[in-house]
């Protein structure tokens, strides 16, 4: 049962039908991993916490940098140096204390991934380069976990959930990408630059559908692929196909 403090904390919440106290109470008993405390991962955090996710994860071996807070809005000023898992931990305290963080200062990687995603039901990609989505794609369908991945330069974000572990009808991120970019086509945040308030935007995005996810309400975004793009202020909805070809969740 919910107390009187969760009650009145989470009221915006419950008194939403397809919410209600079951709702909350499965927010409550989720568990979310993030990856990446960075332009995505900051507003991603916030929202998680405020939303009353019981277990939330943030992986990161980065440390904050002053050229960090133009978009990463979970960091402060005071905190440059600080590592940013616990940066982020301090900021979510002070959101909702009543939330479990769990900080893993480490990158992910193909020795770690399945460790690390394996106590979470639902995993955020937040990262920064293609390396790091690949290996979570890879092992969040070997492990049958719901994927809910972001990205974003310069003015533009991309927003898809990946389920393909769960339904083998569904594409994976390799459908869509099959390999990543030779070296220098597309460019970092730090190189082709990014619009702060975009982080926001997609981060924010994301947290919506991981939170759709957690109680099983709405229509889940897998399958498809929802492209922003901040100066003409579009959205695009796009269908995705499973490559029966694909390296990862394909029939080979």
């Known amino acids: 049962m919910l107390t009187e403090d969760q009650l009145h904390r989470y009221a915006r919440h419950i008194v ?4 209600g106290g079951v709702g909350q109470e499965k927010l409550l008993q989720s568990r979310v991993l993030v990856v990446g405390a960075g332009g995505l991962g900051a507003p991603l955090l916030l929202y998680l916490a405020a939303a009353g996710v019981g277990t939330i994860g943030v992986v990161d071996d980065d440390a904050v940098d002053l050229s960090n807070l133009q978009r990463q809005v ?13 940066s982020a931990a301090e900021a979510v305290a002070a959101v909702n204390p ?16 399945a460790g690390l995603i394996a106590g979470y039901d639902v995993i955020a990609d937040g990262s920064d380069n293609f ?27 991309q927003l898809a959930t990946f389920k393909s572990g769960l339904d083998p009808a569904l594409p994976c991120y390799r459908c869509l990408y099959p390999s990543p970019p030779p070296p220098g086509v597309v460019p970092s945040c730090a190189e082709g630059g990014v619009l702060g308030a975009l982080a926001g935007t997609m981060g924010s995005l994301q947290a919506t559908e991981i939170l759709k996810e957690a109680m099983g309400i709405g229509e889940s975004l897998a ?6 793009d901040a100066l003409t202020t579009t959205v695009r909805k796009m269908a995705l196909k499973r490559n029966p070809r694909c390296a990862t969740c394909g029939d080979g």
């Not at 979970?74 to 616990?86: E, L, Y």
């Not at 790091?132 to 003015?155: E, I, Y």
């Not at 399958?223 to 922003?228: P, T």
């Open 16 to 19: 939403l039908p397809e919410v």
């Open 74 to 86: 979970i960091h402060a000023t005071d905190r440059i140096g600080m590592p940013k898992v616990d």
């Open 98 to 113: 009543g939330v479990r963080l769990v900080t893993h200062p480490t990158r992910l990687d193909a020795g770690n991934a």
């Open 131 to 157: 390396e790091t989505r690949f290996t979570l794609n890879d092992a969040c369908h070997a492990a049958g976990k719901t994927l809910v991945a972001a990205a974003l330069l310069r003015f533009e974000g």
């Open 223 to 228: 399958g498809h692929l929802l492209i922003y």
